[in-house]
């Protein structure tokens, strides 16, 4: 199957800085990637819809100057957490989309987020 | 947001046994995909299903797309202990306008050697 690319695998910060992660398609071109949240024993949680050459389309709930998303070019996708906190640290994981007529999500490997 | 109603929610199986799950949704559905996900890594892509009726295999594991386009089911046969992680199961709504894929909350699957 296609392989999305996501890095780094996990962070530690201090709180209040930032943190980027990346997610690359490597094989294919998306013109959406999405990003989610996952806690612990809990199912993926979306929180944005990155599209390629335009803004990103947030969740309710979901603080869009606080999670920047950039989607530069079509096999980049970037989330930064800006002035991180405790309560940020979570896994984080995105998906690309590969577009036809059967359509399938490729999920990259996903980044543990600790903020100290 | 909105999610699929995934059961069962865990599973504690003896090794070589058969397993089956499934998601129902009050709406229809076109796109049917299923997912295994081992602890600290994403979601890896196990059987995409974009037919009603349709029946797809993958080594010991088949799904099916509900004839009622509101439903599928994902079995596992003959176990084995690397089977374990959660499984989710995602589906797209008939009308794309009609947002992006939707999760179930996850099936658990522990293996007992």
């Known amino acids: 199957g296609a392989v999305v690319s996501q890095h780094p695998s996990w962070v530690i910060c201090k709180s209040g800085t930032s943190v980027k992660i990346e997610c690359r398609s490597l094989?294919?071109?998306?013109?959406?990637m999405f990003w989610y949240r996952q806690f612990p024993k809990q199912s993926l949680m979306l929180m944005a819809t990155?599209?390629?050459?335009?803004?990103?389309?947030?969740e309710q709930g979901v603080e869009k100057d606080k999670f920047l998303i950039n989607h530069a070019s079509l096999t980049l996708s970037t989330l930064t957490v800006t002035s991180a906190h405790p309560e940020d640290s979570s896994f984080y994981i995105c998906?690309?989309?590969?577009?036809?007529?059967?359509?399938?999500?490729?999920f990259g490997s996903g980044t543990q987020l600790s903020v100290l | 947001g909105q999610q699929l109603n995934q059961s069962p929610q865990s599973m504690f199986i003896q090794e070589g046994e058969d397993v089956s799950m499934n998601c129902t949704s009050s709406?229809?559905?076109?796109?049917w995909l299923w997912y295994k996900q081992d602890p600290g890594e994403g979601p890896v892509l196990l059987i995409a299903?974009?037919?009603?009726?349709e029946l797809t295999s993958n080594g010991r594991l088949t799904a099916q797309f509900g004839i009622t386009r509101k439903d599928s089911f994902l079995n596992i046969s003959a176990s084995i202990p690397s089977d374990v992680g959660i499984y989710f199961c995602a589906g797209r709504r008939l009308l794309r306008s009609q947002g992006n894929l939707i999760f179930g909350k996850g099936t658990k699957l522990s293996v007992k050697p």
């Open positions: 299903l974009y037919k009603a009726g």
């Open positions: 709406s229809i559905f076109n796109t």
């Open positions: 990155s599209n390629e050459g335009s803004k990103a389309t947030y």
């Open positions: 094989d294919f071109q998306a013109t959406t």
């Open positions: 998906s690309a989309r590969l577009a036809g007529p059967n359509e399938k999500l490729f």
